[in-house]
């Protein structure tokens, strides 16, 4: 702990004393898109972000987009239980935190700012967030419910999808290593004259460091844009994916007959303007899947007679324009609406009669205001509410208000206030322990930030607090026998997090994050300690990697068997530039063979290597 701090320090020393340009830093970094729905420097915005790049995207040499955002993420945690894949239904992984909310419908994961998630269940989908698709992510941490509504509760990551540079160009990466693992992709982006695509394949396998944990992933994605005017543009895009797993189970009682096959599916059309002072969109929207899960069984159990199927979907409308009303504002205005549901049903094995939910599909629909406006050259003031009416669980009110202080033309301090909520999903609703008369789940975020950004690296510290109520949680029922979907959790969380990248010269550059999190409720998937720090060499052809990951306090059960995992991971790749054309990397995880879980019972594997080439043409 005392070797971090020195090296926070240090950091904040040697940029507070940086040869930084009186003029505003305003590089790609600084702009973000997820706070206000439209390309807003985040000097202005009182919110905290994390933003990963393209260039961390593919030094991961990953496909899946969230081990390398939660590595680079202070405060996110994922779950895994394996080389690759994670799953859903009983016992999968992928669960996501941030400041030890989320896991199930309180984090939102938007790809162009389009609503991703299971209509029923209400929950992401991890294994469709594809790296080939990513520009970059931005990772709001804390409530974004004023521009997002329900499922924002905790926070939002948003995939902005890649833009084609001029002409064409295509990229194919195949790479190959432990158990049986191989993963291959390739896109081609277009831009010529006013038409713009992207394209991009996926295929993953691997046969899994367990039995019966093999894992299959075929991934499409497409984008389309037509620039009609200089200021107007229609662009279309479709993502889907279809996975196919086993679920080996907890080691101390493993499944059998485990197996999933999912179809995940979701398109937009977007209409977007832009005047310079005024600029907004309008996009209709659907997400769907297929569910067809055998949920097994242990080897003193009778296989099971049926198959669990659903069928979700989401269809929606947003419309938003914000626009410069005078000198130093930003106003914007924006109205949603979602439509969702879908159904399930336990299909016999036998050929008897299916067993149907009874569902009701929901509606909602929003509207919102923020209004931003410069007092003077260092004060940044904004404010906004939202109206929030689910057509089962009522109306939400959603405010939210902040400050920044721009204390140097590099340096911001902030405030927020800012409220969260969630409405009940579906399948609390209507299935397993159904309750139709829940409420929605809300949370008040406090939060106090710093942030410093000079011309070879930034600093960022902030403190926060949070107050949540009405927790949906499942408990017996006080009015009969059996278990009931109930309002009766409350917690507060507080912590503090910091992030910091430096690069001393052409050759180094070192980036690191560290998170604290105090609960007063336990909950798994959210360790108290994190730690990321990772440093990179270039020289000539060749760029080194290694990076390491430390987790102190994860809770992998919680209650009267309460299980707690700490591990450090080592992790190191070498990418070589063989050609103008062709790459070769390789990378070697969990190098010191740790023995760690982070889902209980589904302890990860120790030592694994992949290798592989890129080619760009």
């Known amino acids: 702990m005392k070797s971090l701090t020195k090296f926070f320090l240090a950091a904040a020393g040697t940029l507070a004393v940086a040869n930084v340009s009186a003029e505003r830093v305003d590089t790609l970094e600084n702009v973000i898109v997820t706070g206000t729905r439209n390309a807003t420097d985040i000097r202005h915005l009182p919110l905290t972000v994390t933003s990963v790049n393209r ?291 336990n299909d016999s094995l036998a050929g008897a009669n299916k067993y149907f939910n009874k569902i009701e599909n929901q509606n909602e629909i929003a509207g919102y205001v923020d209004f931003r406006q410069d007092i003077t050259e260092w004060i940044s003031m904004d404010a906004g509410i939202r109206y929030d009416h689910h057509s089962q669980s009522g109306t939400e009110w959603v405010p939210q208000a902040g400050v920044s202080f721009h204390t140097s033309s590099s340096s911001d301090i902030k405030a927020l206030v800012s409220k969260g909520f969630r409405n009940p999903v579906i399948s609390e609703m209507y299935m397993f322990a159904a309750n139709t008369e829940l409420e929605p789940e809300s949370m008040m975020n406090y939060e106090l930030s710093f942030q410093h950004r000079g011309s070879n690296g930034s600093f960022g510290a902030n403190v926060y607090y949070i107050d949540g109520k009405n927790m ?45 999190l105090h609960m007063n409720k336990h909950v798994t998937g959210a360790p108290e300690h994190k730690l990321f720090v990772q440093g990179q060499y270039n020289v000539g052809i060749l760029t080194l990697l290694a990076d390491m990951q430390y987790i102190n306090s994860l809770y992998v059960k919680t209650g009267k068997t309460e299980e707690v995992e700490k591990y450090l991971l080592f992790n190191l790749s070498a990418n070589i530039k063989a050609s103008s054309n062709v790459s070769l990397f390789a990378k070697g995880e969990n190098l010191l063979g740790q023995k760690y879980q982070t889902y209980a019972g589904f302890w990860m594997p120790k030592a694994t290597f992949m290798g592989g080439m890129k080619i760009n043409f």
Not at 215 to 229: D, H, M, P, S
Not at 277 to 305: C, E, F, L, M, Q
Not at 481 to 510: C, P
Request: charged share 20%; proline share 4%.
């Open 55 to 345: 260039e961390k995207i593919e030094n991961s040499h990953d496909i899946s987009l969230l081990p390398v955002v939660t590595q680079q993420t202070p405060g996110l945690f994922t779950t895994s239980r394996g080389m690759i894949g994670y799953g859903v239904s009983t016992n999968s992984a992928g669960a996501m935190k941030i400041r030890g909310v989320g896991s199930g419908a309180e984090l939102l994961v938007l790809i162009d700012g389009q609503p991703q998630y299971a209509g029923l269940m209400g929950h992401p989908i991890p294994d469709a967030y594809q790296s080939m698709m990513a520009e970059k992510v931005e990772i709001l941490r804390g409530p974004a419910s004023l521009y997002y509504g329900s499922n924002a509760m905790g926070g939002v990551l948003n995939i902005v999808t890649r833009e084609p540079k001029d002409g064409v160009k295509t990229n194919i990466r195949m790479q190959a290593g432990s158990y049986g693992t191989w993963q291959v992709e390739g896109s081609n982006m277009v831009n010529c004259g006013k038409f713009s695509s992207f394209v991009g394949v996926n295929y993953g396998k691997t046969d899994g460091h367990r039995p019966n944990s093999e894992f299959e992933q075929y991934a499409a994605f497409a984008k389309l844009g037509y620039r009609i005017t200089d200021e107007w543009k229609v662009a279309w895009d479709m993502d889907l994916t279809q996975f196919n797993f086993d679920n080996p189970g907890p080691e101390s009682a493993p499944l059998y007959d485990a197996t999933a096959k999912i179809v995940r599916g979701l398109t937009s059309l977007s209409l977007r303007n832009d005047y310079g002072w005024t600029n907004g969109s309008i996009r209709g929207y659907y997400d769907w899947g297929h569910h067809n899960i055998n949920d097994g069984h242990v080897a003193s159990a009778a296989p099971r007679k049926y198959l669990y199927k659903h069928d979700d979907f989401i269809g929606g409308i947003s419309i938003f324009q914000s626009a410069q009303l005078w000198d130093g504002n930003r106003t914007t205005v924006g109205v949603d609406w979602q439509h969702f549901g879908g159904e399930a049903w």
């Open 472 to 516: 949906i949680e499942r408990a017996a029922n006080p009015n009969g026998a059996g278990m009931l979907q109930q309002n009766i959790g409350t917690f507060y969380n507080w912590g503090f997090e910091l992030n910091g990248d430096y690069r001393f010269n052409r050759h180094w550059a070192v980036n690191a994050n560290y998170s604290f």
